[in-house]
């Protein structure tokens, strides 16, 4: 039994500036001051995850270490905690991309889920190993809402690289 998609449309490839851009400015939004709010998603591992499944070449494991670094230090808090959390999103997404991207959107989400709560488990693990006291139970609401966002962040992120829908008769595809 072949997937159904839900759209028949060929996207263009994905532009190296853009891909970077995006990933700077989750970068930019998770130094906003309510990045420690419960419920707001860790926006620099939702991209790194989408981009990893899209895109593996462009955006991998090299930038979640240099945004996990330069996320320690924004955030103050131990020095790889991030980094090591972001290197394997990175890993993850770009082993199952090939796998996820069979699916709809909404299984896609399901599939990207484990990846975003390995990454909080991770880090809650580092903190707890440093001497930190654990937090409440809404540090999983982070994952919980980053993978609810996957569809609307989906459709964003790929609107650039939509091919307009004008058919020509001389082309085959």
Same mark, same amino acid.
């Given at each position: 039994m072949q997937p159904t998609f839900s759209?028949?449309?060929?996207?263009?490839? &994905? $532009? *190296? +500036?853009?891909?970077?851009?995006?990933?700077?400015? &989750?970068?930019?939004?998770?130094?906003?001051?309510? #990045?420690? +709010?419960? #419920?707001? *998603?860790? +926006?620099? @591992?939702?991209?790194?995850c989408f981009w990893g499944v899209r895109e593996s070449r462009l955006v991998g494991m090299g930038w979640g270490f240099v945004l996990g670094l330069a996320m320690d230090v924004a955030d103050g808090s131990l020095m790889g905690q991030h980094a090591l959390a972001y290197?394997?999103? @990175?890993? &993850?997404?770009? &082993?199952?991309? $090939?796998?996820?991207l069979w699916f709809p959107l909404l299984t896609q989400a399901l599939h990207v889920l484990p990846i975003l709560v390995g990454a909080e488990v991770l880090q809650l693990a580092i903190r707890a190993w440093a001497g930190a006291e654990p937090p409440s139970l809404y540090f999983l609401a982070t994952p919980l809402v980053? =993978?609810?966002?996957?569809? *609307?962040? =989906?459709?964003?992120?790929?609107?650039?690289?939509?091919?307009?829908?004008?058919?020509?008769a001389n082309r085959p595809i």
């Open positions: 759209s028949s449309r060929i996207l263009l490839p &994905a $532009r *190296p +500036w853009f891909v970077h851009l995006t990933v700077i400015l &989750a970068f930019l939004l998770n130094c906003l001051p309510t #990045g420690n +709010w419960p #419920g707001v *998603p860790d +926006w620099v @591992a939702l991209v790194l290197v394997l999103v @990175a890993y &993850a997404a770009a &082993a199952l991309s $090939r796998r996820v980053a =993978t609810v966002l996957w569809v *609307p962040v =989906t459709y964003l992120l790929l609107l650039p690289q939509y091919q307009p829908v004008e058919r020509d």
